[in-house]
């Protein structure tokens, strides 16, 4: 064009031929800026597994919905609403996966999810509310509450280097914080029926010392106030 302005015009094809996203937009060298207007129709989540791998492991299902991307230079401004279907999203420090069919937004600072409606694998159902904050897309930093109803809260296998592990089922509600470094996890509720939990022998030395881990024996009825 006469103003020095190009035009992009593309699509993106599956496997199965079918056209997954379109895309519009342009880009102005003079001023590096570019913008683009995606459409995208059941796309495969697992694309975004790179940014969210410390809090949200193995991402799958179908995305659909619409999305303005802009940027210049290293700035990157995002906004979108997409529909999520079949998703199925695993958080690593629990072992716990949830499934789940609702909206997810997104914008330059934050990655929201409001209120969603989750699934267990057992079908046992809960909700889940957060926001994902990021500097475009960096330096992330995530908020999530789980509300669950004698959901499966903790499915982590036994080994070696295990702190704890084991099968638990809950009612309460359940608080994870932090970053990609680290996670800090806050749990106000109650164990249901055929919950297992292990404490390994060297982290149960050390609970032992601690006010908020006492030992009783099996079968021996005790109430602790504090």
């Known amino acids: ?6 035009i992009i015009e593309g699509q ?6 079918h056209n997954v996203i379109q895309v519009h ?27 969210t791998h410390p809090f949200f492991s193995n991402p799958q299902g179908r995305a659909h919905g619409n999305m303005q991307v802009s940027g210049i230079e290293q700035k990157v401004w ?21 499934y789940l069919n609702d909206s997810i ?25 957060g ?16 509300d669950v109803n004698n959901m499966l809260a903790m499915n982590l296998p036994y080994n070696a280097q295990s702190l704890f592990y084991g099968k638990v089922y809950s009612t309460g509600k359940v608080n994870i914080k932090g970053n990609d470094t680290e996670c800090r996890i806050n749990v106000d509720a109650r164990t249901e029926p ?3 939990f292990y404490l390994s022998v060297n982290t149960a030395s050390v609970a032992s010392n601690s ?8 079968d021996t009825a005790q109430t602790l106030l504090r």
């Open 131 to 146: 926001t994902i904050h990021h500097t475009y897309f960096q330096n992330f930093t995530f908020d999530l509450n789980v």
């Open 78 to 98: 995002v906004t979108a609403a997409m529909l999520g279907k079949d998703i199925q999203l695993t958080i690593p420090q629990l072992g716990s996966t949830f």
């Open 194 to 196: 055929n919950s297992k």
């Open 105 to 129: 937004f997104l914008d330059s600072t934050a990655i929201r999810l409001p209120h969603i409606d989750v699934w267990d694998a057992e079908g046992h159902h809960g909700t889940f509310d």
């Open 25 to 51: 937009g342009k880009v102005i060298p003079a001023t590096k800026w570019w913008g683009l207007d995606i459409h995208c129709d059941s796309v495969d989540i697992n694309l975004i597994d790179y940014w």
């Open 1 to 6: 064009r006469e103003d020095k302005t190009v």
């Open 12 to 17: 993106v094809i599956d496997s199965t031929n």
């Open 211 to 218: 006010s908020f881990v006492h030992f009783v024996q099996p």
